[in-house]
């Protein structure tokens, strides 16, 4: 476990069905995607409901760096005008703070090559460990002049194309991230050609992400096809100004309906879409699987925990956010339950099968790591100081143990602000 840079939080302990209506703030993925098509439109964009927090905040510094205007309104939503189309020859290089998000290191690189600005990228010291080699890499085979602090492909490094991108056809393989795909996918119609990409690896994780990009990019008005699958076709041509609602953030609002689950209470979820393309829209299915219930309707997503929760043998690699949340709740059942096809996850802000796995070990559960899953067999059973490893899930899974295992501490408890600031109020208030 690293060491916290914020003070520890106890965990609330219930010993009663959790009952709550909880309204979660807007999706990280969709706000940062938009905020990028709005920084390179043709004019201006409102953005309503955004989130805010580390990583969405980090993404407006970085388009502001680049020459967007982002300001915020008395309502809360962003008003942003896009970048100038090309950089002067003469402007100065500038450096972005990535943080640990990888939506701004892997979304925000070939926006800058795309207006020509020579940007430099920085961030937390544990992002130099996330996986950097295949973006940078596409970046070369586009023209793009990229050097590293290090010689590897990892942060820091710098990005130089004082001609723009000229674009065309390019195959990659995103094996490691969909963050890969959907950062070239949204910069492509600044590219001079637009952009033809296929994905050449075994496995694609994260697809809904991917969908959630095609979405965004159609939303703007960008003509992008996919004419097979795992070829995506994006024609060149900026993005027009968008008007937008951002939905709630389903994975975080999963985090709450845990609570329900392991309680075997009940929880709504207010303005949960009916169509979505984020990958927390499957804890519907999820919680059927545990044996709760969940039903939509026009005040919201509404889930009921059952009496007893059931084991499950679940696929998350489309849907691997969700596998701390989901974790934490197979760790309040009894029986064996195994989460499968999520090896992708030892790269995010920290390896989190060996962060799940060595804390709830530590609250008396027994875990297996494999290569590429979990198998959770007994029941958490006492407290313990909960580790976070700098990951905002972590903080989210351990507040859910918590719920049912007294004495539970979490770490760092301030690092859940890179998606959800105001996390632990609404968890305290959900709670009565």
């Not at 008396?364 to 067999?377: C, M």
Request: charged share 20%.
């Amino acid at each position: 476990m690293t060491s916290g840079s914020s003070p520890s939080w106890p965990a609330p302990c219930v010993d009663a069905s959790v009952r709550a209506t909880v309204a979660v703030p807007g999706s990280k993925s969709l706000t940062n995607r938009f905020l990028v098509l709005a920084a390179i439109a043709t004019e201006p964009s409102r953005v309503e409901n955004p989130l805010l927090s580390r990583d969405t905040e980090l993404m407006i510094d970085a388009l502001r760096s680049l020459g967007a205007r982002i300001t915020a309104g008395d309502d809360g939503a962003l008003q942003v005008v896009p970048i100038p189309e090309r950089a002067p020859k003469a402007a100065a290089p500038v450096t972005i703070e990535c943080g640990l998000a990888g939506t701004v290191m892997r979304f925000a690189p070939p926006v800058a090559a795309a207006i020509g600005r020579q940007v430099r990228f920085d961030g937390d010291p544990q992002a130099y460990a996330r996986p950097m080699s295949t973006v940078l890499d596409a970046l070369r085979r586009l023209g793009v002049e990229v050097s590293t602090d290090s010689g590897a492909d990892a942060l820091p490094f710098t990005v130089a194309a004082p001609d723009g991108v000229r674009g065309g056809h390019l195959d990659l393989d995103a094996s490691a991230s969909s963050q890969f795909i959907s950062g070239l996918l949204l910069a492509a119609s600044a590219f001079d050609l637009g952009l033809e990409l296929t994905h050449v690896g075994e496995r694609l994780p994260s697809r809904p992400h991917i969908d959630m990009t095609l979405e965004t990019l159609a939303d703007a008005g960008v003509v992008v096809s996919e004419p097979e699958p795992h070829r995506w076709v994006v024609e060149p041509g900026r993005p027009r100004g968008l008007r937008v609602a951002v939905e709630p953030d389903l994975s975080n609002a999963a985090t709450f309906l845990g609570a329900a689950l392991v309680t075997g209470g009940t929880v709504t979820i207010p303005r949960w879409p009916v169509h979505t393309t984020q990958a927390g829209d499957a804890m519907r299915g999820i919680v059927e699987l545990f044996g709760g219930t969940a039903d939509i309707g026009r005040h919201g997503l509404t889930v009921t925990g059952p009496e007893e929760l059931r084991p499950v043998d679940l696929d998350l690699g489309d849907v691997g956010e969700l596998t701390p949340v989901v974790a934490a709740i197979a760790a309040c059942a009894p029986g064996t339950s195994t989460l499968r096809n999520i090896g992708h996850l030892r790269g995010h802000e920290t390896d989190r099968l060996s962060a799940l796995a060595t804390e709830l070990t530590a609250v008396g559960a027994e875990v297996d790591e494999g290569p590429d899953s979990l198998t959770i067999r007994s029941r958490a059973a006492h407290g313990s100081l909960w580790g976070t490893y700098h990951d905002h899930r972590m903080v989210m899974a351990g507040a859910i143990i918590g719920l049912r295992v007294p004495g539970i501490e979490i770490a760092d408890v301030a690092t859940v602000g890179k998606t959800m600031p105001e996390f632990t109020a609404l968890w305290t208030a959900m709670l009565g």
